[in-house]
């Protein structure tokens, strides 16, 4: 399994931080690509550099069913102060990991992960 990230622009630095920190290795849109990468273009980058989404953006659990397949991502539906959502994923990003083996899209909410 690919404990790689990449964090796509609506994801807190408190996050990226905090999983770095923790050994994960995580890359930001601007440090893998250019600001401002559209989501078929993030989907495409994530498949190449095999690495597993992180994101805000609900549209990623809607994406073209051809990607879908090939993506792994990890959609925070979380809300509030950046720090505290930093630790809510860190706490629970090793379950998201583990649903991640069998699905291809998990929502980390503040009960913890799920499948979509």
Do not use: W
């Not at 809510?88 to 990003?93: E, F, M, Q, R």
Request: aromatic share 4%.
């Amino acid at each position: 399994m690919m404990l790689k990230f990449i964090a796509d622009e609506n994801i807190p630095s408190q996050v990226v931080k905090v999983l770095r920190e923790a050994g994960y290795e995580v890359a930001t849109v601007g440090e893998a690509a250019h600001p401002g990468l559209k989501n078929d273009g993030l989907a495409k980058l994530s498949i190449q550099l095999k690495t597993i989404i992180l994101t805000r953006d609900a549209d990623f659990t809607h994406l073209r069913r051809s990607l879908t397949r090939k993506i792994k991502v990890v959609y925070i539906r979380l809300h509030g102060d950046p720090q505290s959502i930093a630790q809510h994923v860190l706490s629970n990003i090793h379950g998201c990991i583990n649903i991640l083996r069998y699905h291809n899209v998990v929502m980390l909410d503040h009960e913890g992960c799920h499948i979509l």
